[in-house]
């Protein structure tokens, strides 16, 4: 790849740890600051990924990072703030001194995970007006010296995801009947390795330059056929309970309260933005496809288990 020595924000997370791989594959020397690196060990034993404990947020710091560097790619992000003002420290007031700090060290080129709804202006939450302010900053002051791109997706699934996990997690504590929160919500979910593959090949491509690329998945649903074809594939005997509006904001404002923060207003309220491409990139992964797998990989993982048990009751 042209741009080598790539640093990867937010690289510990779900689509940050299969970029990582994605990129180090590709033979690029991948630079992965996080603040908890005990938990990357999986990462750790390609030679092609460093991963360095740093706080991101300390221009210092973030100076040193970037020193070197051709390219950077910010995945940083959050779903719901613990303070007031998370949103905007982390989607917007990052996303500032990112530009800069590129700036000063001559990185050529900058990639950026957004969201599919993000806009400034007009974002149905307070996640997707930071997300669309952060967009824009980079599109604005990135583009003077450096090739920008912004991806947004709508939201993502595949290994270690934090949508179907968590709803199959939660429908297996549920007793029978299951009250979704904005049943109607039309979403299209997008794979992570197609997701990633659509980011790696942006890196080196000038097509992509100066673009906010939308990434769908290839079908659309409701939140609620999400959710009943998890019920079919994990065999649950959960049925949904699709709650009207009122419901719908209750439930957030008594999760939003609760530690862990399951669902949030802001949460409920970006989900009154269909989260669907009328432009850009349709991904070809199919959610119930990947199901299927999933079903398949679960049930051997049953199998597996329940082998190591009967082994461990005869040790020898
Ligand atoms: N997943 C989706 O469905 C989806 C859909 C659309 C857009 N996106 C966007 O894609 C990006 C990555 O999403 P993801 O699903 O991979 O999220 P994730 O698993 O929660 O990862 C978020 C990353 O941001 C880092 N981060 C968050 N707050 C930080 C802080 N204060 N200081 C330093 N690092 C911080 C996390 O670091 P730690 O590991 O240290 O917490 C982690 O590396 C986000 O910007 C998200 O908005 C995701």
């Not at 400034?120 to 450096?146: C, I």
């Not at 019920?231 to 008594?254: F, Y």
Request: some cysteine; charged content about 20%.
């Amino acid at each position: 790849m042209q741009h080598h020595h790539i640093i990867l924000f937010g690289g510990s997370g779900f689509i940050g740890n299969q970029l990582a791989i994605a990129l180090a594959n590709r033979n690029c020397n991948v630079t992965l600051p996080c603040r908890r690196p005990h938990r990357q060990q999986a990462l750790r034993v390609h030679p092609n990924i460093r991963i360095i404990e740093a706080d991101v947020f300390d221009d210092d710091q973030l100076n040193a990072l970037c020193r070197g560097q051709h390219a950077a790619i910010n995945l940083i992000g959050i779903l719901h703030q613990r303070q007031d003002d998370d949103f905007r420290r982390v989607h917007v007031d990052f996303v500032k001194s990112l530009v800069a700090t590129c700036s000063r060290n001559g990185i050529s080129r900058l990639l950026h995970l957004s969201a599919l709804g993000a806009d400034q202006a007009s974002g149905s939450s307070q996640y997707l007006r930071s997300k669309g302010e952060g967009e824009n900053l980079l599109h604005t002051f990135g583009q003077k010296d450096m090739q920008v791109t912004s991806f947004q997706p709508s939201v993502v699934f595949g290994k270690g995801d934090q949508f179907i996990n968590r709803f199959a997690s939660i429908l297996k504590l549920t007793p029978l009947l299951f009250p979704l929160a904005c049943p109607d919500s039309q979403l299209a979910p997008v794979y992570l390795n197609d997701l990633v593959g659509r980011i790696v090949d942006s890196v080196d491509d000038p097509s992509t330059y100066s673009r906010r690329i939308s990434i769908c998945g290839p079908e659309v649903f409701t939140l609620r056929q999400i959710i009943e074809m998890i019920i079919e594939t994990t065999s649950s005997p959960c049925r949904v309970v699709p709650l009207g509006d009122g419901l719908s904001r209750l439930q957030a404002m008594i999760l939003g309260a609760l530690p862990g923060k399951l669902f949030t207003l802001d949460n409920y309220r970006s989900l009154q933005t269909p989260n669907i491409c009328n432009q850009g990139d349709l991904c070809k992964t199919s959610l119930p496809r990947y199901l299927l797998d999933w079903n398949n990989h679960s049930g051997f993982r049953k199998y597996y288990d329940q082998f190591r048990r009967y082994q461990a009751s005869y040790p020898d």
